[in-house]
């Protein structure tokens, strides 16, 4: 699976959008980006992925360019709660085989929200 | 609710000691997954089981054994053999390919 490169921290004011930025530029094409946090002390959330469109949930959007080496996070009105380590995670999805996740998880971007 | 349980929470074992973390999931799911997080870290793959009575070394399973007897159960039994075994474990579960892992809270060993 690619790996990913994140900034190790970033700060965001409450109420703003927080856009993390996730390069995986030896992506493949059958690769999906995941995204994942971690608010301390807790076990990680899933976020979101997304193949080559842009994805949008109720909780976050995910933006991935046209050539795939890159993706970004975007928490629209970021609050205090999604003070927290996001994992960006790339993985071949492939539903035929019986080889499971295997997520690797790196180190993350630690997001910082202030008052 | 659906979710997944980890018990103990908080736990301290003496040098030399087996211990046995708890992880029970109600999600109907057929994947369940150990992770080791150390501080300031990402996690690292333990085990991981696909299907009952079947099981799969992850990238650090020394020192680790796992048991996958029953679909909502997946215990992880940190040995003596297991050299530097303070860390936080984090057990997982998942719909086979999805991608999409539902995580415990965590249990933290402190080895005395």
């Known amino acids: 699976d690619a790996k990913t490169t994140q900034p190790p921290s970033m700060d965001c004011a409450e109420g703003r959008a927080a856009n993390l930025p996730c390069n995986h530029s030896?992506?493949?094409?059958?690769?999906?980006v995941y995204w994942y946090r971690q608010i301390h002390s807790q076990g990680p959330q899933y976020i979101i992925h997304?193949?080559?469109n842009n994805e949008t949930n109720e909780m976050a959007s995910l933006i991935i360019t046209e050539d795939r080496k890159s993706s970004t996070l975007i928490l629209p009105h970021a609050t205090l709660r999604d003070t927290a380590v996001y994992y960006c995670?790339?993985?071949?999805?492939?539903?035929?085989?019986?080889?499971?996740?295997?997520?690797?998880f790196g180190e993350g971007t630690q997001l910082t929200v202030n008052p | 609710d659906g979710g997944i349980t980890q018990s103990p929470k908080y736990l301290f074992r003496k040098e030399g000691q087996n211990v046995t973390l708890s992880c029970e999931q109600n999600?109907?799911?057929?994947?369940m997954y150990w992770y080791r997080q150390d501080p300031g870290q990402g996690l690292r793959l333990i085990y991981y089981?696909?299907?009952?009575?079947?099981?799969q070394k992850g990238d650090i399973a020394e020192g680790y054994s796992v048991s996958r007897e029953k679909k909502e159960s997946f215990p992880l039994t940190v040995t003596s053999a297991q050299k530097n075994p303070t860390a936080f474990y984090l057990c997982?579960?998942?719909?086979?390919?999805?991608?999409?892992?539902?995580f415990g809270e965590g249990s933290r060993l402190t080895v005395l």
């Open positions: 995670i790339v993985r071949v999805a492939r539903p035929w085989e019986t080889s499971g996740s295997r997520l690797t």
């Open positions: 030896t992506i493949s094409g059958n690769e999906y």
């Open positions: 997304g193949l080559k």
């Open positions: 999600l109907n799911h057929d994947a």
């Open positions: 089981s696909q299907i009952v009575n079947d099981f």
């Open positions: 997982a579960s998942d719909r086979v390919g999805t991608g999409e892992l539902f």
